[in-house]
């Protein structure tokens, strides 16, 4: 998982859109996920080693299947990684829990193997992702989301190209200076011209369809260095983007086996998952945040901001999150840690593989072995550690070179197992 700057449109997750839009540049191929690839270590029970070691070579053919491709995000897992591990450690018809979904792809390939998916993020924009990305809609649906959106888009570049001005709210106004003026406008009657759709399973759909395209137009994107962003090439984008997510929407349906429910996702904090009952689920496998690594809340700024979304929770629930310096506070960081692993050790159901994909962090300004530390603290709460697997992730940024300096600093999947 790469470090996330301030700067939004660097962000590890794919790339924006398709490729072929008039008025934009071929897609480069970003950083999409993890970087994979690399010497494994591996540690513990041998034969679970070697399972574990499969989820990190992944099928490159993978990343974008599904509705992987569809929305951006930050410290996404790998969909092989996913795939692999829902068919390895889980049996068809079992239910599998993420307490940190982000944007569903543990629920998504969970939902495409046949088995119950249960989700829940701090995030609402996480949550609305999720849900996008696993409800298929059926045929009827797709058809009215890529209408909606081609009507919604014509409309939108219409206006566009005719310099018509939309009413302008307050919050919008100073996005002037995350936006060029034009593409701002625009952007905001697309916006506008969604609100006017129910808010329904394809409304939210519309909703996400925006959201995934604005780091895309922001200035300083690669797009906005590259050339003038002309008028009525988001609302083109915008409506290329619905036709995306419906394609996979549909992959999705016929992959899923009959019967398969929906995936369910709430809004939670995974240090408490309230009403989720003891000793329920056959698989837990998530990928928690790192330590000092990321700012969901500050990342997705731009998105909550567009969507209407409240951030004011997920900023005080987070775990890990950066803080000012480089690195998380440790006595949080220990206290949350305990906290969302204790949770999850009541969930799990007695025997069940619990699989965490961790990598080392920035604690109090020192690095963290993100692995043994999990580890450590799981077997308190009740949860064995089986085995790990681990690669080198070289830090690009200086300071945190500085900070690791002599030291590998690593991604890990670790299998613990609940006690019996
Ligand atoms: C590494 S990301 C998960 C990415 C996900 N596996 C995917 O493929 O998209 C970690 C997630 O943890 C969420 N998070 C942070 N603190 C949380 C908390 N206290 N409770 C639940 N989710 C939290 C963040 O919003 C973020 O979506």
Redesign the pocket.
């Known amino acids: ?1 790469e470090r996330v700057t301030k700067k939004h449109h660097k962000e590890a997750g794919g790339h924006e859109g398709p490729a072929k839009v008039p008025g934009l540049r071929p897609e480069r191929r970003k950083q999409a996920f993890s970087v994979l690839g690399g010497a494994v270590e591996r540690a513990g029970d041998a034969e679970s080693a070697a399972a574990l070691a499969e989820l990190l070579t992944p099928d490159p053919g993978l990343a974008r299947a599904l509705t992987h491709g569809f929305h951006s ?5 790998h969909p092989f990684t996913a795939r692999t591990a829902i068919a390895r450690f889980s049996q068809l018809g079992q239910e599998v829990l ?9 629920l998504v390939e969970a939902m495409a193997a046949g088995r119950k998916a249960v989700g ?4 609402p924009l ?1 949550v609305i992702i999720a849900q996008v990305r696993s409800t298929t809609l059926g045929p009827e649906g797709r058809a009215r989301l890529v209408e909606g959106a081609r009507q919604i888009a014509e409309q939108a570049a219409e206006r566009a190209r005719k310099r018509q001005r939309p009413e302008i709210p307050q919050w919008a106004a100073r996005e002037k200076d995350r936006f060029f003026p034009h593409v701002a406008l625009e952007l905001y009657g697309l916006r506008a011209l969604i609100g006017e759709t129910k808010e329904d399973d394809v409304g939210r759909a519309l909703r996400a369809c925006l959201s995934s395209i604005l780091v895309k137009f922001m200035r300083g994107s690669e797009e906005a260095q590259a050339r003038r962003i002309g008028r009525g090439v988001p609302s083109h984008f915008f409506a290329g983007r619905a036709e995306e997510l419906a394609r996979g929407l549909e992959a999705l349906e016929r992959r899923t086996p009959a019967g398969t429910p929906r995936p369910q996702i709430r809004v ?4 408490d998952l309230g009403i989720a009952p003891a000793d329920r689920f056959d698989l837990i496998l ?4 790192y330590a000092g690594t990321y700012d ?1 809340a500050e990342h997705h700024d731009v998105r909550f901001l567009w969507l209407g979304l409240p951030r004011a929770n ?1 900023d005080r ?4 999150a950066r803080d000012e310096g480089l690195g998380s506070a440790a006595q949080r960081w220990l206290h ?1 840690r305990r906290r ?1 692993l204790s949770e999850m050790a009541r969930v799990a159901r007695r025997g069940a593989a619990v699989i965490l994909q961790v990598g080392d962090g920035v604690v109090a300004g020192a690095p963290e072995d993100a692995a043994q530390t999990v580890e450590d603290e799981a077997q308190r709460l009740g949860l064995t550690p089986v085995a790990r697997v681990s690669q080198a992730r070289p830090p690009h940024d200086y300071r945190l070179r500085q900070i690791f300096e002599g030291r590998p600093r690593r991604e890990h999947i670790v299998l613990l197992r609940k006690e019996h």
């Open positions: 998982m995000y930050a410290g996404r897992m993420d307490p940190f979904c982000g944007s569903g792809t543990v829940s993020d701090a995030s996480a939670a904090d995974a240090r998530s990928s928690p945040p969901y997920l629930v987070q775990v890990g949350d969302w």
